[in-house]
């Protein structure tokens, strides 16, 4: 069976301590810009923006 080659793994990376924390999945046809999320960072223990990269 073929795997579905519009939804890509993309890395979250925290803004303040700049750790990459999370791995995700977004579509890539819908969302074409760099996704940010609101995150739990365990190094800064507070939520904050992680941004996608590449």
Do not use: S
Not at 25 to 53: L, P, S
């Amino acid at each position: 069976m073929a795997r579905n080659d519009k939804r890509v793994h993309v890395t979250l990376e925290c803004t303040t301590c700049k750790r990459r924390n999370y791995i995700t999945t977004k579509n890539k046809v819908n969302d074409r810009e760099r996704i940010e999320m609101k995150k739990y960072c365990r190094w800064e223990r507070t939520h904050t923006v992680h941004k996608e990269t590449r």
